[in-house]
């Protein structure tokens, strides 16, 4: 006899969701594809938000107020715990080489740029303003010219001499594994 009476609320509660749907699937949907930013995520929260109308059915009458303004907030108090779900997590990197990471992974370029610096060091005064003016600070020959109170002639010399410096630094010695240890712990 239990089995006849769960197999009728059964019933009664798919005919209640599939009602929900028919008249505030669509709206919803599109509630919830704008909040997300994207539909398979829109269609799990309104999935989400279904399952918490069925789980509560007490609060899907009119007299506690509009149907379709409870589904919506249930839909956006979803999609505003699941934007905050991915904010507290870090963001994830491909475990394989030949994966694509969902956020690309930057320690290639920490090490890179502790490499450029490593030899930045060994470059006169002269070139390191030079190279700090024109690609650390982005300016152009002639602001980095004006800057440095030399001419544009100058700068360009200059430039051009501090990188072929900087390559040749580059080349002589990579970095010490001591080195990017320290780099990343610190």
Not at 24 to 50: C, F, I, K, N, S
Request: no cysteine; net charge negative.
């Amino acid at each position: 006899m239990a089995s006849w009476s769960r197999r009728r609320e059964s019933s009664a509660d798919e005919v209640l969701i599939r009602r929900l749907y028919e008249e505030h699937g669509g709206a919803l949907l599109a509630y919830a594809t704008r909040l997300m930013g994207d539909r398979p995520l829109g269609e799990d929260v309104v999935q989400e938000t279904l399952i918490r109308a069925w789980r509560n059915p007490e609060a899907l009458t009119n007299d506690k107020g509009s149907v379709r303004g409870y589904l919506f907030t249930i839909t956006r108090n979803i999609a505003i715990d699941r934007h905050r779900a991915r904010q507290a997590r870090p963001a994830e990197v491909a475990e394989t080489p030949g994966s694509t990471p969902v956020e690309k992974d930057h320690a290639d370029q920490v090490v890179d740029s502790m490499v450029v610096l490593g030899a930045m060091e060994k470059l006169s005064d002269e070139h390191q303003q030079v190279l700090k003016e024109i690609y650390f600070q982005g300016r152009s020959v002639e602001e980095a010219a004006e800057s440095l109170g030399v001419p544009a002639g100058t700068v360009k010399s200059r430039s051009y001499y501090a990188l072929r410096r900087l390559r040749e630094a580059i080349a002589e010695k990579p970095v010490p594994s001591q080195v990017v240890a320290e780099g990343a712990a610190g």
